[in-house]
């Protein structure tokens, strides 16, 4: 079993800035993919940003510019850094990891939710 905790949600003006942080924890062997998706009321659930092991990224058009996503691969951490906020960000945003879990001859693939942080931004 694979766990994914987020941090950093809250309230926020627009123009603001907001950093969500999500860490991967239990047996993990390696995590390749790792990404921020939300969900504002009745709308679907959207990719904003994605991350490899290695370093590349991939944004959702609306957040180009003002999102950034990145890892940290040793603590098994994601975080997206959030500025120029506007109130169409609003929404729960849910942390997302693919990878392999248990040990090297015993290999099972994964695929992880967190539970989901409030992002609101208002006046």
């Known amino acids: 079993q694979v766990q994914l905790v987020e941090s950093g949600g809250g309230l926020v003006q627009p123009g603001g800035s907001l950093r969500l942080s999500c860490a991967a924890s239990?047996?993990?062997?390696?995590?390749?993919?790792m990404g921020w998706y939300r969900q504002a009321p009745g709308k679907q659930r959207e990719l904003v940003a994605a991350?490899?092991?290695?370093?590349?990224?991939n944004y959702a058009d609306s957040v180009k510019g003002r999102f950034t996503i990145s890892r940290d691969n040793a603590k098994n951490t994601v975080y997206l850094q959030m500025n120029s906020l506007k109130p169409e960000d609003t929404a729960v945003y849910y942390c997302?990891?693919?990878?392999?879990?248990?040990?090297?001859?015993?290999?099972?693939?994964?695929?992880?939710w967190g539970q989901g942080t409030q992002v609101t931004v208002s006046w």
């Open positions: 997302n990891a693919e990878g392999y879990s248990g040990s090297l001859f015993s290999l099972r693939s994964f695929g992880s």
């Open positions: 991350i490899t092991r290695a370093g590349n990224t």
């Open positions: 239990g047996s993990i062997f390696s995590i390749n993919a």
